[in-house]
T-cell receptor, first 114, second 114 residues
Framework: QKEVEQNSGPLSVPEGAIASLNCTYSDRVSQSFFWYRQYSGKSPELIMSIYSNGDKEDGRFTAQLNKASQYVSLLIRDSQPSDSATYLCAGLGDSGGSNYKLTFGKGTLLTVNP | EADIYQTPRYLVIGTGKKITLECSQTMGHDKMYWYQQDPGMELHLIHYSYGVNSTEKGDLSSESTVSRIRTEHFPLTLESARPSHTSQYLC?????????????FGQGTRLTVV
């Protein structure tokens, strides 16, 4: 199993709907989790971080972490066309000793249709 | 706003030339990363560093080399550029400690080897 896996997408939702993005991870990635947004031709931009089980809300974004099931998700409420981008899930895993390595999933392309 | 800078933003260079892509951050972060990303494709980790004089190869084999002589500086060098090196190169940095380990990206260098 890859360390971080995302549902392949692409995902298309109408404007105003809830977009749900999911990510699963292996035992090697078990510490902290992050969601990045990447517009075409641009670099990834951090939008959410989550470190403990449960939900974390920031505006229209909610990150959910379930360590027992090893998944992390991102919900985008009231989706806007400007949310159209690739969303990258990332986890911080043990690469040996006391060092930790940031590992990304392949990304899910989200399109919000007006 | 993250203070991490990459130069140049765009580079077109001939086959066989030696090039160095610059990455600097002013946040005092110990960890720095280099990723390679082709258009529409996933991020591939090619090098990372946990601190000064510490460098490791990433998940994707790369003919490039890196150095970390100063905390704030993490340059990537290609001794002899080839068309297969054409890609976008993204640099990122983060804290080394658990907690508050969000990684921030530079704007990227788009390299074209002709």
């Amino acid at each position: 199993q890859k360390e971080v896996e995302q549902n392949s997408g692409p995902l298309s939702v109408p404007e105003g709907a809830i977009a749900s993005l999911n990510c699963t991870y292996s035992d090697r990635v078990s510490q902290s989790f992050f969601w990045y947004r990447q517009y075409s031709g641009k670099s990834p931009e951090l939008i959410m971080s989550i470190y403990s089980n449960g939900d974390k809300e920031d505006g229209r974004f909610t990150a959910q972490l379930n360590k027992a099931s090893q998944y992390v998700s991102l919900l985008i409420r009231d989706s806007q066309p400007s949310d159209s981008a690739t969303y990258l899930c990332a986890g911080l895993g043990d690469s040996g000793g006391s060092n930790y390595k940031l590992t990304f999933g392949k990304g899910t392309l989200l399109t919000v249709n007006p | 706003e993250a203070d991490i800078y990459q130069t140049p933003r765009y580079l077109v260079i001939g086959t066989g030339k030696k090039i160095t892509l610059e990455c600097s951050q002013t946040m005092g972060h110990d960890k720095m990363y280099w990723y390679q990303q082709d258009p529409g494709m996933e991020l591939h980790l090619i090098h990372y560093s946990y601190g000064v004089n510490s460098t490791e190869k990433g998940d994707l084999s790369s003919e490039s080399t890196v150095s970390r002589i100063r905390t704030e500086h993490f340059p990537l060098t290609l001794e002899s550029a080839r068309p297969s090196h054409t890609s976008q190169y993204l640099c990122a940095s983060s804290e080394a400690l658990m907690g508050h380990t969000e990684a921030f990206f530079g704007q990227g260098t788009r390299l074209t080897v002709v």
